[in-house]
């Protein structure tokens, strides 16, 4: 299973459209998730245009987001338990408050956003990941989304895409 992971497009007021090289990528995609900061519904059309959407809603969200996603989610695919949650919040860093919320849960994974900081590293035996932003990097050298393969009874594999706007 192909997976595509963004958070934080902040669209339309940081990107008119979705970048090309992220528009390759949905092609390939069997689910897109994506960890809040969506912005618009127009997003969330797009992006079910290529393959099946789930996601959190994030701080900035508009109602429809909120109504129809949760702030934390653990989604089992193919005997793998992944927690996604967006990530603000007060007090503690962004990465500590989404430890926190899966404290309880099994999970071998927490995807996270909302910093648009890129993080790929492994606490307490589970994977921590931030896909930073496809279309708003911030103070980062580039922008990003991540990409995780799922087999049945294999480990999970996970990567950032880097590039910048041409």
């Known amino acids: 299973m192909n997976v595509?992971?963004?958070?934080?497009?902040?669209?339309?007021?940081?990107?008119?459209?979705?970048?090309?090289?992220l528009r390759k990528e949905l092609l390939q995609a069997d689910l897109i998730i994506h960890l809040g900061d969506w912005q618009t519904k127009q997003v969330y059309e797009e992006l079910k245009s290529y393959a099946p959407v789930t996601g959190v809603y994030g701080n900035v969200d508009e109602a429809f987001?909120?109504?129809?996603?949760?702030?934390?989610?653990?989604?089992?695919?193919?005997?793998?338990?992944?927690?996604?949650?967006?990530?603000?919040?007060?007090?503690?860093?962004?990465?500590k408050r989404a430890i926190a919320q899966f404290e309880n849960d099994e999970v071998e994974m927490i995807l996270f956003g909302h910093s648009h900081i890129p993080l790929h590293k492994e606490y307490e035996g589970k994977i921590l990941f931030n896909p930073g932003s496809p279309t708003d990097k911030r103070k980062q050298s580039h922008y990003s989304f991540g990409k995780l393969i799922v087999n049945r009874n294999h480990p999970l594999q996970i990567e950032h895409v880097f590039f910048l706007k041409k």
Not at 4 to 19: E, F, G
Not at 74 to 87: A, D, F, K, N, S
């Open 4 to 21: 595509i992971i963004v958070s934080d497009t902040h669209m339309p007021r940081m990107a008119k459209q979705l970048p090309e090289v």
């Open 65 to 95: 987001f909120i109504e129809n996603f949760n702030e934390k989610l653990v989604l089992e695919l193919e005997t793998h338990l992944i927690g996604m949650t967006h990530g603000h919040g007060k007090g503690k860093t962004t990465e």
